[in-house]
């Protein structure tokens, strides 16, 4: 079975959606037939990717498609880009897109750049990320920067509308808008939601999955009542998530409410565990942790 993100990605300007500006400019290079070296940052699932990879596909190029998630040290810089960016092409350019590049190490970041300035001539760089950050000044400066936003709900319910007919399956609006109202913006985990709930040729929602929703409310609900930890983590246990990325940000909405005048420190802790989220394998135990320095100053 096909994963329908793979499917259905976008293979030209016209069928991306969203961030128009953008492929406005876009749409020149592609023109010009080459490219300046570009960073594409956003939250996740909103098409930093797609666009990367679009921009290569109509490109007469050779391309270097790395996961820097995966191979994200100075080997990776050594052995593959550099080998790549400094030999031979029979096409007009070589593109090498650095997917997750804010898992980068700074010091292969570092190295990046006498590489992105010596094989000016013939090979141009796109990077993606979620943490405009955690990249390093000096690539930044070195790339033109755009930040990729997400396609309103409306225009997510259409394209989810113009896949399930082209799959031949009934849409049902009210159940859709529940999964992108769950899992807004990260159109990828919208898709494949509504792709692993197909049930003879019918969307069918186990209410579970969406319970996620509600787990905001639910955390800050607990922290105004200073409920013991152990209560908490039954919540954070009973939503059934893995991924608590949205959590930060709704914690960080309500600080002001939540903690008064330590409303300082609280971004101060919100910060420090967002950042080493990214980093963990355990997601639950990161949360957990931050709710209880959390609870200290409500």
Same mark, same amino acid.
């Given at each position: ?19 128009? !500006?953008?492929? #406005?400019?876009?749409? #020149? ?7 300046? @070296? ?14 990367? *990879?679009?921009?290569? *596909? @109509?490109?007469? +190029? ?62 141009? $760089?796109?990077?993606? +990320? ?5 990249? !390093? ?15 309103? *709900?409306? #225009? ?37 939601? !509504?792709?692993?709930? !197909? ?48 959590? $930060? *940000? ?49």
């Amino acid at each position: 079975m096909e994963l329908w993100v793979e499917k259905y990605r976008p293979q030209t300007l016209e069928e991306y959606v969203g961030n128009e !500006i953008i492929k #406005d400019k876009i749409a #020149d290079y592609l023109k010009q037939g080459s490219i300046q @070296n570009l960073l594409f940052h956003g939250v996740a699932g909103t098409g930093k990717t797609t666009l990367a *990879k679009l921009i290569a *596909k @109509n490109l007469n +190029c050779d391309l270097l498609y790395i996961n820097a998630s995966d191979e994200r040290g100075i080997d990776t810089i050594r052995d593959k880009i550099i080998p790549f960016a400094s030999s031979m092409s029979f096409n007009d350019v070589k593109i090498v897109i650095l997917d997750e590049a804010d898992y980068i190490t700074p010091q292969a970041q570092a190295t990046l750049r006498n590489t992105i300035e010596s094989c000016s001539k013939t090979t141009r $760089f796109i990077f993606t +990320c979620n943490y405009l950050e955690r990249i !390093i000044s000096p690539l930044q400066s070195r790339c033109q920067t755009f930040e990729i936003t997400p396609p309103s *709900k409306g #225009d997510v319910l259409d394209t989810l509308k113009n896949i399930l007919a082209n799959e031949g399956i009934e849409a049902n609006e009210s159940i859709a808008m529940k999964v992108i109202d769950t899992h807004y913006p990260d159109i990828r985990k919208i898709i494949n939601t !509504i792709q692993g709930s !197909i049930v003879e040729g019918q969307i069918k929602i186990d209410d579970n999955s969406l319970k996620n929703s509600q787990l905001g409310g639910l955390v800050v609900d607990a922290l105004i009542r200073k409920a013991k930890l152990s209560e908490i983590r039954q919540i954070l246990a009973d939503s059934g998530s893995r991924e608590f990325d949205d959590l $930060f *940000k709704y914690i960080y909405d309500k600080s002001s409410t939540l903690f008064g005048d330590n409303e300082g420190e609280a971004i101060l802790i919100i910060a420090k565990y967002q950042y080493e989220y990214t980093f963990v394998l355990e997601k639950e135990i990161c949360i957990a942790a931050m709710l209880n320095k959390l609870l200290k100053i409500c």
